[in-house]
């Protein structure tokens, strides 16, 4: 193991996230092959001979300081931040984590539309005010749910819905890799058609030019007035503002949301004091196995990286 072929934890990384990946790593990897790097100026250091550079926010001065850059990897599966064209002109390989939070994040939007459909949401604020009052509840296995983005989480969440026996409508850019568990797909660009249908709403595409306030007050307009949206893509995805006056005036019956167009999500928002709203702060990714299934990743990119195949590199994205 040379000294360039060092795997860094950049500062961007929380120190929290950092010091488990490094345990977890140390268990995989040559001790010696990681550096943990706290600071800027430590970062701006150890990225010039780093093999692989793992990243929560890639400053771009590091490519240009870099004398051999290899690897950026994102613990992310979004990329939408990054400088793809850059990275690309510097001979630089991105890849990202797609896939490796579509378990819990699945079961997070199960979660969430099990409140809805059961009236938990309800049954919890009469808890708080010591009020015994049974609620209308229904059965998910009798309703329609549109996946709005089947990728990974997308794919596992059709899992999740097909098993409770619910209809399950999806959208993919390319419908021939649709996967079996969706009972039809629908060509993205079609989507209007699936909010018309739904009686759940799931949102796990990326954020791009085309999904950008891809719900807005025309597409509330369309959805059923006791439909529940649930998104755990990008909060940019959402018109915020429209999605506030749907849930207002009951346009739609609730929204689950774990993604904010800005997070954290301010004090005066009005989704706070929103009875049909269920907020949760951008935490459906996050499990004790996160951290095991990163460095898992990590390790396979890296030596895969160090023995210079790049073909072998799991989630490319450049």
């Not at 120190?15 to 040559?30: A, F, M, Q, T």
């Not at 794919?155 to 969706?182: C, H, I, W, Y």
């Amino acid at each position: 193991m040379t000294a360039a072929n060092t795997l860094v934890l950049s500062h961007s990384v929380s120190p929290d996230l950092s010091s488990e990946l490094v345990s977890s790593l140390e268990k995989r990897l040559p001790p010696e092959a990681i550096a943990n790097s706290a600071t800027p100026d430590e970062t701006d250091e150890l990225v010039r001979d780093a093999t692989m550079v793992v990243i929560g926010q890639l400053h771009e001065q590091w490519l240009e300081e870099t004398t051999d850059p290899k690897l950026v990897q994102t613990l992310w599966a979004g990329v939408d931040t990054y400088p793809l064209e850059h990275l690309d002109e510097a001979g630089v390989v991105l890849a990202n984590a797609a896939g490796i939070h579509a378990r819990p994040v699945a079961e997070h939007v199960i979660a969430c539309m099990l409140q809805f459909e059961r009236g938990l949401v309800e049954t919890t604020e009469n808890q708080h005010r010591s009020v015994w009052e049974a609620v209308d509840s229904g059965e998910l296995g009798m309703k329609t749910v549109g996946i709005i983005g089947v990728g990974a989480i997308g794919s596992r969440v059709a899992q999740l819905t097909n098993a409770f026996g619910m209809e399950t409508l999806g959208t993919k850019q390319d419908t021939s890799t649709a996967p079996a568990t969706l009972d039809e797909v629908i060509p993205a660009e079609d989507y209007h058609e699936l909010l018309r249908r739904v009686d759940h709403l799931v949102l796990s595409c990326p954020l791009t030019d085309q999904t950008e306030n891809l719900l807005g007050p025309d597409e509330f307009r369309l959805l059923d007035s006791e439909a529940v949206v649930v998104n755990v893509a990008r909060g940019e995805v959402i018109d915020q503002h429209a999605l506030v006056r749907a849930l207002q005036y009951g346009q739609i019956g609730g929204a689950a949301l774990d993604v904010f167009e800005e997070e954290p999500l301010p004090p005066e928002s009005p989704l706070w004091d929103l009875s049909n709203a269920l907020i949760t702060p951008h935490m459906a990714w996050k499990t004790p196995y996160t951290v095991g299934r990163w460095a898992d990743l990590l390790t396979e990119n890296y030596e895969a990286i160090v023995a210079g195949d790049r073909s072998d590199i799991v989630n490319r994205v450049v």
